[in-house]
């Protein structure tokens, strides 16, 4: 029985007609759009911790629900900022796993897409619980002003 990665692999060598340049080309292109998306997120984590440098002291001090959440909150999207540095944008060539059969090398890197994916995905993941208790505790600052 064959992995749907060798599946997904084959069909895609099909589709540029036998082409494994091509094919690698492929895989290539998703991998930039996931890294694409990471620097996104790190711009949006960026954002959520600037704007904390700021306001997070009024925040804080609207009361001891404001404080966790915003403590909370500043920490899951860190974590999600680790998770994409650390699971996305870790350096790896595709031209080091090329083997002598090239679709063996478009499986491998099928593989490392997939694993930054899942890498890409819990950071989003965190980083919308994060963001979610992050704006918690802005409503809070909202509905108890001093």
Not at 35 to 56: M, P
Not at 93 to 104: E, G, S
């Amino acid at each position: 029985m064959t992995h749907p990665r060798d599946d997904e692999a084959r069909r895609i060598v099909d589709l540029v007609g036998g082409d494994h340049r091509a094919a690698f080309g492929i895989v290539e292109g998703q991998l930039a759009v996931l890294v694409l998306r990471t620097q996104v997120l790190l711009s949006l984590s960026g954002i959520v911790i600037t704007v904390t440098g700021f306001s997070g002291r009024a925040i804080a001090q609207t009361g001891d629900l404001a404080r966790v959440l915003i403590s909370a909150g500043i920490l899951i999207v860190l974590a999600a900022a680790l998770t994409a540095i650390g699971g996305v944008l870790k350096l790896r060539w595709l031209t080091q796993d090329i083997a002598d059969d090239p679709l063996t090398t478009v499986t491998r890197a099928l593989a490392l897409r997939d694993a930054k994916s899942r890498s890409l995905g819990v950071a989003m993941i965190l980083f919308g619980i994060g963001f979610a208790c992050y704006c918690a505790a802005i409503a809070q600052l909202l509905m108890h002003p001093r």
